[in-house]
C-alpha cells in the first residue's frame, strides 16, 4: 500500500529559526495536506496543494507539493512558542478523496 | 459554522465490550472518513463515508463497522473490544478535498 516517509521525526529549535520539514512517498499523490496536532486535540488542516510544482504560503507557513508529486515540503519561518506540536503531512490519491495517506509526523519543540 | 463534532470525549471500556462512537460533520458536508490513531502506527485510515454508502475501507478487521445516516451524521462500532483498540478514533469531514477533523473521542480498553 502507499506509505509515507516524514522526516525528521523530531526537531528541537530555538525561537526565531526557521524550520523544515518534509514527505516522501513510494506513490503518486495528487494533493498534499498538512496539519498541526496539539495534544488532546484533533489535526488541524493548514495548507491543501492540488498541484505539482505549487507553492503555497500560510502565514509564515510554506508548503510545495513536489514536481514528481512523490513528494512536498513544509517550512516554518521565524517560529514561535506557539508553533509547538506535531506535523503531519497526509497525501490523497485523488481530489475530493476521503482517504487520506499519513505521515508519522514531525515534533516540533521551540525554545524561548 | 459548527465544526465537526464527536462524542462522547473520552471512553473506558472492558475486554470483549463493544462501543458505539459519533461524529456529526460539518453542515453541507457529505463525506465522513473515520481514522484510529496510536502512539505506534500513527494515523490509520479506517473508512470513508458518502451519502449514507461506506466508499473507501482500511485495513482493519470486520470488528470494526461503521454507518452515515441521512443527515450524513456517521457512527463507528468496535465490537469484542481488544486492548491493543485502545488509541484516539478521528473523524473527518471532507469538504472540496480538504479534510476537517473533530477533537477525537479518547478510547481506553482495560
Known amino acids: 500500500g502507499q506509505q509515507l516517509n516524514q522526516s525528521p521525526q523530531s526537531m528541537f529549535i530555538q525561537e526565531g529559526e526557521d524550520v523544515s520539514m518534509n514527505c516522501t512517498s513510494s506513490s503518486i499523490f495528487n494533493t498534499w495536506l498538512w496539519y498541526k496536532q496539539d495534544p488532546g486535540e484533533g489535526p488541524v488542516l493548514l495548507i491543501a496543494l492540488y498541484k505539482a510544482g505549487e507553492l503555497t504560503s500560510n502565514g509564515r507557513l510554506t508548503a510545495q507539493f513536489g514536481i514528481t508529486r512523490k513528494d512536498s515540503f513544509l517550512n516554518i519561518s521565524a517560529s514561535i512558542p506557539s508553533d509547538v506540536g506535531i506535523y503531519f503531512c497526509?497525501?490523497?490519491?485523488?481530489?475530493?478523496?476521503?482517504?487520506?495517506?499519513f505521515g508519522d509526523g514531525t515534533t516540533l519543540t521551540v525554545k524561548p | 459554522k459548527a465544526g465537526v463534532t464527536q462524542t462522547p470525549r473520552y471512553l473506558i471500556k472492558t475486554r470483549g465490550q463493544q462501543v458505539t462512537l459519533s461524529c456529526s460533520p460539518i453542515?453541507?458536508?457529505?463525506?465522513v472518513s473515520w481514522y484510529q490513531q496510536t502512539p505506534g502506527q500513527g494515523l490509520q485510515f479506517l473508512f470513508e463515508y458518502f451519502s449514507e454508502t461506506q466508499r473507501n475501507k482500511g485495513n482493519f478487521p470486520g470488528r470494526f463497522s461503521g454507518r452515515q445516516f441521512s443527515n450524513s451524521r456517521s457512527e463507528m462500532n468496535v465490537s469484542t473490544l481488544e486492548l491493543g483498540d485502545s488509541a484516539l478514533y478521528l473523524c473527518?469531514?471532507?469538504?472540496?478535498?480538504?479534510?476537517?477533523f473533530g477533537q477525537g473521542t479518547r478510547l481506553t480498553v482495560v
Open positions: 497526509a497525501g490523497q490519491g485523488s481530489v475530493n478523496a476521503g482517504k487520506s495517506t
Open positions: 453542515s453541507g458536508h457529505r463525506s
Open positions: 473527518a469531514s471532507l469538504g472540496q478535498g480538504e479534510a476537517f
